[in-house]
C-alpha cells in the first residue's frame, strides 16, 4: 500500500477551503492546506488602503496584502489574499440566490438544488455568523432606500444580511458563536473598513470560524507558498510541488504527495492551475470543457459622489454593505464603502460614460463632460476623503452571459485569456447600473451632497467591466463533455482531485456568492466517508 506524506491536502484557503480543512479534519483525515498569502492577525491588516503594501497583492514588488487585481481582455477582476482567502476582503454580505440560480440548465437535471442545499445553507449561516439584516440605518441607508423608491421598486428593498460580530462596539467578548472553542471577538465599531481587512475582531473571516476550529483538530496552514503543479502519480494519488510566494530568487520548492487533493484556490487560481496542468500532462484527464462558463455575475461597479457633504452624512460610517434592492427581476444593486481615509481604490472612478457607444464615444463623451467643467470634474475625480463623499453602487445580474478561458501565449509565456462564451455577451456595461447611480446621486443632493453626479470605472470607458465575483469555468456537471466536476465535486478523469470553491459553480446567483460557496463545499463534504470506510458516493461512471 502506498504510503503518502499527507491524506488530503488543500490549496487555498477561502470559503471552499475552509469547509474542507475542518470537515475533513472532523473525519479524521491528516490536511495540509497551503495558501498563497500571508497569515494576518486583526492588527496586521493596513489601517487604510494607502499602505499598499499590506492591503495590495503584488508580491514582486513586496506588496502581501488582501487585495488581488487581475485583468482578461473582458473583464478586470478582484479578489482576495491572505489565510482566510476573500473573506478578509469581502464586504461581509451572505445572500442565498433565487429561483432563477438554481433552475439554471447546466445543472438543473442533476438534483433539485434547492432542497438539497437547504440544509448546508443552514449550516454555513450558523458557522459563518449571519445577521440577517444590518441593525443600523444612517444616511446611507436611507439614500438607497429613495433611491429604490424613485425607481418604483421600494418593495424590494432590503438591509443586508451580514457576517459580522455586532456585540458591544470595541468590547472584548470570549467566543460567542462555538461554546467557546473560537477565538475571542470584539464588537463591531462600524469604521467602515471591512474590505481593507477587519482590525477590530469583529469581521467574521474564515480565521474566526472554519480555520480557527480545524487547526484547533490538527489541521496544518503553510501560508506564502504558492502551488506551482499538481501531477497525478502513476500509482495513485498526486504529487503537489509549491514554491515561496513572490520569490523570484531562492524560491525554496518542495514537493509532497497525498492521496487526495481538494482545489480551493479561487476561481483565477483553481483554472490557471488546472489549465497549465492539463496542458504540461499532469493532469492528463481533464475535461475540455475546462474554461467555459466562466462567470462575472454579470456585475457592474458604478456609483455616485459628491465635491462636497455635510459632517453629519457620514457616508463612510457602517459595514461595508448594508442594504439592496432589485432593478428588475434579475439586476440586483447594493451599496458599497469603504472607510475613512481608505481612498485608494478611487482611482479606478471616473466619468460614468454611455455604455452603448464605441471606445471612441466613451472616450469623446469623457472628455466633453470634462471639458464643460473642468473644475467641477476635478473636485469630483479627487482622491481626497473620496471615501467620505460617496457611495459605491455594486450591480449583479441572473443573466445567462458568460467567458470561456484558455491559455494563450503572450511575449513567450502561457497566459490566461478569455473569449465571448455561452448565452448572451459578457456585459462590458449595465443601463440598470447607470440608471441606479443616478438615482442614488440625485438622493445624495437631497441629503445635502454637493453637486452629486453618478461615476463609473475606468475600466469600463475601455469596454471593460469590473467583477468582484468571478466564478465558474470548473463547473458542476452531469458528465465530462458539459463541465469539469461531477455532482460531488470531484474532477472528471481524475477522481482523487476535488474542486470546491467558486469555478465551481455554474450560473451567476445575482448575488454575493460566498455563502452559495460555502455551501456547495459543506454538501460536497458531507459525502465524503471518514478516514478508513468505505466510500459510498458512485463510481464516477455513474455518477449523477
Not at 15 to 30: I, N
Not at 52 to 81: D, E, T
Not at 114 to 121: F, G, I, W
Request: glycine share 12%; aromatic share 6%; proline share 6%.
Amino acid at each position: 500500500m502506498t504510503e503518502f506524506d499527507e491524506d488530503v491536502v488543500i490549496v487555498g484557503s477561502g470559503f471552499g477551503g475552509s469547509v474542507a480543512a475542518l470537515r475533513l479534519a472532523e473525519k479524521g483525515y491528516r490536511v495540509l492546506v497551503y495558501e498563497a498569502g500571508r497569515r494576518f492577525e486583526d492588527e496586521d491588516f493596513a489601517k487604510t488602503s494607502w499602505n499598499v503594501r499590506r492591503y495590495l497583492w503584488a508580491p514582486a514588488i513586496g506588496c502581501y496584502g488582501v487585495q488581488r487585481i487581475h485583468r482578461l481582455p473582458h473583464v478586470m477582476i478582484l479578489a482576495g489574499a491572505g489565510v482566510g482567502g476573500g473573506s478578509l476582503n469581502y464586504a461581509n454580505t451572505l445572500y442565498q440566490p433565487g429561483a432563477a440560480f438554481f433552475d439554471d440548465p447546466q445543472w438543473r437535471d442533476i438534483a433539485d438544488w434547492a432542497e438539497q442545499l437547504a440544509p448546508h445553507y443552514a449550516t454555513a449561516k450558523r458557522m459563518l455568523g449571519v445577521v440577517e439584516h444590518y441593525p443600523h440605518t444612517g444616511p446611507v441607508e436611507r439614500i438607497m432606500r429613495g433611491a429604490a423608491d424613485d425607481l418604483g421598486v421600494g418593495a424590494t428593498f432590503r438591509q443586508a444580511p451580514v457576517g459580522v460580530w455586532f456585540g458591544t462596539p470595541g468590547e472584548r467578548t470570549p467566543d460567542p458563536f462555538f461554546g467557546g472553542e473560537g477565538p475571542d471577538r470584539t464588537g463591531c465599531t462600524l469604521c467602515g473598513n471591512c474590505m481593507v481587512g477587519c482590525r477590530v475582531g469583529a469581521k467574521n473571516t474564515l480565521m474566526k470560524n472554519y480555520l480557527a476550529l480545524a487547526e484547533r483538530r490538527g489541521v496544518r496552514i503553510e501560508p506564502l507558498r504558492t502551488v506551482i503543479e499538481v501531477r497525478e502519480l502513476p500509482g495513485g494519488g498526486f504529487a503537489v510541488t509549491t514554491e515561496r510566494s513572490g520569490a523570484l530568487v531562492r524560491r525554496a520548492r518542495s514537493t509532497v504527495t497525498a492521496r487526495q487533493v481538494v482545489l480551493a484556490a479561487g476561481t483565477w487560481g483553481t483554472q490557471q492551475l488546472l489549465h497549465r496542468m492539463k496542458h504540461s500532462g499532469a493532469l492528463p484527464r481533464v475535461s475540455d470543457a475546462l474554461g467555459r462558463l466562466t462567470r462575472t455575475n454579470s456585475e457592474a461597479l458604478d456609483g455616485a459622489i459628491a465635491t462636497r457633504v455635510p459632517e453629519e452624512l457620514e457616508l463612510a460610517r457602517g459595514v461595508a454593505i448594508t442594504t439592496s434592492f432589485h432593478v428588475d427581476h434579475r439586476t440586483h444593486v447594493e451599496n458599497v464603502r469603504y472607510g475613512p481615509g481608505s481612498n485608494l481604490m478611487g482611482a479606478l472612478a471616473t466619468v460614468l460614460v454611455p455604455g452603448d457607444r464605441g471606445l471612441s464615444g466613451r472616450l469623446g463623451a469623457l472628455v466633453l463632460r470634462v471639458l464643460r467643467a473642468p473644475v467641477g470634474q476635478l473636485r469630483l475625480g479627487s482622491l481626497r476623503r473620496w471615501s467620505e463623499r460617496g457611495i459605491i453602487a455594486l450591480v449583479m445580474q441572473t443573466a445567462d452571459n458568460s467567458l470561456t478561458l484558455s491559455l494563450r501565449r503572450r511575449f513567450g509565456r502561457l497566459v490566461l485569456s478569455s473569449a465571448q462564451g455561452h448565452g448572451e455577451p459578457n456585459p462590458s456595461h449595465l443601463p440598470q447600473a447607470h440608471a441606479a447611480a443616478a438615482a442614488i446621486a440625485r438622493r445624495m443632493e437631497q441629503e445635502g451632497g454637493e453637486a452629486a453626479e453618478a461615476r463609473g470605472s475606468w475600466p469600463e470607458v475601455f469596454g471593460i467591466p469590473l467583477t468582484a465575483h468571478f466564478l465558474g469555468g470548473a463547473v458542476i456537471s452531469a458528465s465530462r463533455e458539459h463541465g469539469v466536476i461531477d455532482p460531488y465535486h470531484r474532477v472528471w478523469g481524475h477522481p482523487g482531485l476535488h474542486v470546491v470553491d467558486g469555478s465551481a459553480v455554474p450560473a451567476n446567483p445575482g448575488v454575493n456568492p460566498s455563502l452559495t460557496i460555502t455551501a456547495l463545499a459543506e454538501r460536497a463534504l458531507s459525502y465524503w466517508p471518514r478516514r478508513g470506510d468505505d466510500d459510498q458516493r458512485p463510481m464516477q461512471s455513474s455518477a449523477g
